[in-house]
């Protein structure tokens, strides 16, 4: 199949029979660029004794791409919905995979971190392309699995970064072992440029509009530019960041006021916010999606340092103790997407109740058994259990919060759901983290420490579940009043 015979602009049709390839191949590419964000953590050590640098100039590798790819999500989205889903993953790979060269092959600190912002930036332009091709391609029932193995892929990308760059580095040794977690990317990114080109449609919704809202997503980079990058700063110990909260609220309510304006003029703005106000469960998904992130990021980071330098295991058992994660989400994520359309928002409510119940345990367990030939099982039994109930959050979130979305913002939408999801992740791990150095105090009592962060991590979760359980009921009673005013039973 050539993209040649895909390349329309309705999509108010016969379902694509090539839809369920089309959705395999841009998961590749959406799963390549989610493992970025977590495999590099555990090569941290390996690249500060490569490159002889700073603890500070390497976390800005790590936070730096976290950084430019919350940035572009929402303008890849629209760039998405205007120009073409395949066209903006064909230009976001190849600045990926060029970008994954030169992390790769970076003779300096300086070079690893500006061709890691570069790779943030192509990442941004890829995530929200998964999102809008599975609102162009599927409906009903098949766009609840497709949802599903998208979380699939999230939940999993998350928890198996760890055990990839543990096991990379171990192959290819310690002193330069980090230099492949990059170039691993480019043979990979080079056969998906060849099967998007083939297989993925360049969908545009009928409605669709070329014009890029420039001075909307100047103001909303901004916005998030000031609430993200004193976060990154702080993970480097930098307290002058700070002072760029003050824009949040300045660049917010001036993005939201422009985009209104250019709505009422006729324009084409970035994201059409009456969305927030009009379509159902679409802000509280928002909400519900970044409170979610924001307590379950972090909770990897602070596993990770916990086991490391806490217990002094090696990069690569730790990965492997925390796969249960990833084993968990594996099974509910699928599952979770097929019966989304059935049971709706209360699945996300019992899903984060089951989560909240393996980090609790979690924190009962690990203390104990620190010492003990036994740990390996107080992990793996509760980071299941969560796994279980965190791999049903995800997919059904997206579902549920992009149901009503229209199809010609569908990519912009659905960018500024994972904008919300990346804010969160950046912020959950800062405060997590913290939460961990203050429990462990001064005598570097890692058991406690780690106590800490997980309580802080379900006060989060239990943000998240209260708003999940508003929004049940707002959806309940939106429900009962449509059956009244039809006057048909529920």
């Not at 892929?153 to 580095?169: E, F, K, T």
């Not at 901004?222 to 909260?245: H, K, R």
């Not at 159902?280 to 519900?288: K, L």
Request: charge should be neutral; charged fraction near 15%.
């Amino acid at each position: 199949m050539t993209a040649d015979r895909t390349s329309r602009t309705d999509t108010t049709h016969d379902p694509d029979p090539a839809r369920w390839r089309i959705l395999a191949v841009t998961l590749a590419v959406g799963f390549m660029s989610l493992l970025d964000v977590t495999i590099v953590n555990v090569a941290i050590p390996s690249m500060r004794e490569g490159l002889d640098t700073s603890a500070a100039s390497i976390q800005w590798v790590v936070s730096g791409y976290a950084l430019t790819f919350g940035l572009m999500l929402v303008t890849g989205g629209r760039l998405g919905d205007a120009w073409g889903r395949r066209r903006i993953m064909l230009v976001g790979l190849a600045g990926f995979v060029l970008a994954s060269a030169a992390c790769g092959l970076a003779p300096t600190a300086g070079v690893l971190v500006a061709a890691r912002l570069v790779q943030g930036l192509s990442a941004g332009l890829l995530a929200p392309q998964n999102t809008g091709l599975i609102q162009d391609l599927f409906t009903g029932a098949e766009r609840g699995r497709a949802f599903g193995l998208f979380g699939l892929v999230v939940s999993v990308a998350s928890g198996i970064g760890p055990v990839l760059g543990g096991i990379i580095i171990t192959l290819a040794g310690e002193e330069g072992g980090w230099r492949w977690v990059f170039l691993v990317n480019v043979p990979i990114g080079l056969v998906l440029l060849v099967a998007i080109a083939r297989i993925v449609p360049d969908l545009r919704g009928k409605e669709s509009d070329p014009r890029l809202d420039l001075v909307g997503a100047l103001l909303l980079g901004a916005a998030v530019m000031c609430l993200l990058l004193p976060v990154v700063a702080l993970e480097s110990g930098d307290l002058w960041a700070l002072v760029l909260l003050v824009g949040v609220p300045v660049f917010a309510w001036a993005f939201l006021s422009y985009e209104k304006r250019l709505a009422r003029t006729g324009g084409m703005p970035l994201l059409d916010v009456d969305l927030l106000r009009r379509t159902p469960g679409y802000a509280n998904g928002i909400v519900v999606g970044s409170l979610y992130f924001t307590g379950f990021t972090g909770v990897f980071l602070v596993l990770s340092i916990f086991l490391q330098d806490g217990l002094g295991y090696s990069t690569l058992v730790t990965g492997l103790l925390l796969t249960p994660f990833a084993v968990g989400s594996a099974v509910s994520s699928p599952w979770a997407g097929r019966a989304v359309t059935r049971v709706g928002r209360v699945l996300v409510v019992r899903a984060l109740l089951v989560m909240m119940s393996g980090l609790v345990v979690l924190g009962v367990l690990v203390g104990p058994a620190q010492d003990s030939p036994w740990l390996w099982l107080a992990l793996a039994a509760p980071l299941l259990l969560a796994g279980l109930g965190g791999g049903a959050v995800v997919s059904p979130n997206f579902t549920l919060t992009l149901a009503q979305v229209p199809q010609r913002m569908g990519g912009a939408a659905g960018g500024a759901l994972q904008t919300g999801q990346r804010v969160g992740s950046a912020i959950g791990a800062a405060v997590l983290v913290t939460a961990y150095q203050v429990g462990a105090g001064s005598g570097d009592d890692a058991a406690t420490g780690l106590r800490a962060a997980l309580g802080t991590a379900l006060v989060l979760l239990l943000a998240a579940l209260a708003a999940a359980v508003w929004d049940g009921r707002r959806r309940a009673e939106a429900a009962a009043a449509d059956e009244e005013e039809s006057g048909v039973p529920g």
